[in-house]
């Protein structure tokens, strides 16, 4: 019985681990080739006691063991997609601002991970053209908490 409740507890844990991942990955080929791999340990995971039964044993501890690289580009690919869900939520939120001030332009952010936490270098505004809204759009970003990102106006 107590092997039913460890398979059964894999079983859950393995597929929680495997949604949250899944939904933190980018849509992009290389959400694809996680699917592939996510479906492989899944399979693994449920085939187990089949596998062990007929002689064949090993451990997922093993398994992952043996594939530590792989989990290292799981890390990379989640790091890559948090920090373009970053951008992107930023760069979204700049535009509303800007809208409330009247001011129509586009942004685009890049960001790096420094000690565990995302930074923001710089800040790239499109369709700004007056020195007004220049300036409008300086104070917002400043006031925005991003006073020591680079801010570059496309066109200049």
Wanted: net charge negative; charged share 25%; with cysteine.
């Amino acid at each position: 019985m107590d092997k039913i409740r460890q398979w059964t507890l894999s079983v859950c844990a393995v597929s929680i681990i495997s949604g949250l991942l899944m939904s933190v990955l980018p849509k992009s080929s290389q959400k694809s080739f996680c699917k592939v791999i996510v479906s492989v340990m899944m399979l693994y995971t449920v085939m187990h006691p089949v596998i062990s039964s007929n002689g064949i044993d090993f451990s997922i501890d093993d398994f992952l063991s043996d594939n530590y690289q792989l989990s290292e580009t799981y890390d990379k690919y989640a790091r890559s997609a948090m920090i373009k869900s970053a951008e992107k939520a930023i760069a979204d939120t700049l535009k509303n601002k800007a809208y409330e001030l009247g001011i129509d332009c586009n942004f685009t952010c890049e960001c790096i991970e420094e000690n565990e936490q995302i930074t923001v270098t710089r800040i790239t505004v499109a369709k700004c053209n007056d020195a007004d809204s220049k300036d409008k759009i300086t104070g917002m970003i400043y006031d925005s908490g991003f006073k020591e990102t680079d801010i570059v106006f496309e066109g200049e």
